[in-house]
T-cell receptor
Framework: GAVVSQHPSRVICKSGTSVKIECRSLDFQATTMFWYRQFPKQSLMLMATSNEGSKATYEQGVEKDKFLINHASLTLSTLTVTSAHPEDSSFYIC???????????FGAGTRLSVL | AQKVTQAQTEISVVEKEDVTLDCVYETRDTTYYLFWYKQPPSGELVFLIRRNSFDEQNEISGRYSWNFQKSTSSFNFTITASQVVDSAVYFCALDTGFQKLVFGTGTRLLVSP
């Protein structure tokens, strides 16, 4: 199957700082990438959908100024959590899908802890 | 509205037992796709299967098998002769063509030796 790499796997930061998470498709071109948030023992909540070269589409209730998404190339999307606060602590996971395909391949996730 | 229900929150079995994970979905669309993903403790979601709404054939892949029944809107997943490595959270998901996956709440499977 297709491989999606997500980095870092774990990050601890101080309140008020910004954190960038990278999501890369390693062996295919991802025209669409998705960012999810998962709380402990819960399902995945879609935060936003990003298409290469265009602005991300955010789900209702997700602050676009807080969660900046950039999909500058067909193999890379980034999520930046700006001015992070303890309530932003969570597991963030990305997925990627190729053009014409509808299988989402997921990264290994990033566990963010904001102190 | 689209919805996926996984009524079993947690299942515990002993190694070598067979186990079935239930998935019931709701959609008004006639064309849709159903998925199963496995999330081991490491966190990554592993794609297991995709089934489109026009293909009701059951599928078997090694110890895994899937039963798709449109009449009951179900897409159940059976693991035969379970192993400890099967311990994970399993998610059923629905895609109705709007580029979004609607996930169920997941079933945590614990296989004991």
């Amino acid at each position: 199957g297709a491989v999606v790499s997500q980095h870092p796997s774990r990050v601890i930061c101080k309140s008020g700082t910004s954190v960038k998470i990278e999501c890369r498709s390693l062996d295919f071109q991802a025209t669409t990438m998705f960012w999810y948030r998962q709380f402990p023992k819960q399902s995945l909540m879609l935060m936003a959908t990003s298409n290469e070269g265009s602005k991300a589409t955010y789900e209702q209730g997700v602050e676009k100024d807080k969660f900046l998404i950039n999909h500058a190339s067909l193999t890379l999307s980034t999520l930046t959590v700006t001015s992070a606060h303890p309530e932003d602590s969570s597991f963030y996971i990305c997925s990627a899908r190729s053009s014409g395909g509808n299988i989402q391949y997921f990264g290994a996730g990033t566990r963010l802890s904001v102190l | 509205a689209q919805k996926v229900t996984q009524a079993q929150t947690e299942i515990s079995v002993v190694e070598k037992e067979d186990v079935t994970l239930d998935c019931v979905y709701e959609t008004r669309d006639t064309t849709y796709y159903l998925f199963w993903y496995k999330q081991p403790p490491s966190g990554e979601l592993v794609f297991l299967i995709r089934r489109n709404s026009f293909d009701e054939q059951n599928e078997i892949s090694g110890r895994y098998s899937w039963n798709f029944q449109k009449s009951t809107s179900s897409f159940n997943f059976t693991i035969t002769a379970s192993q400890v490595v099967d311990s994970a959270v399993y998610f059923c998901a629905l895609d109705t063509g709007f580029q979004k996956l609607v996930f169920g709440t997941g079933t945590r499977l614990l296989v004991s030796p």
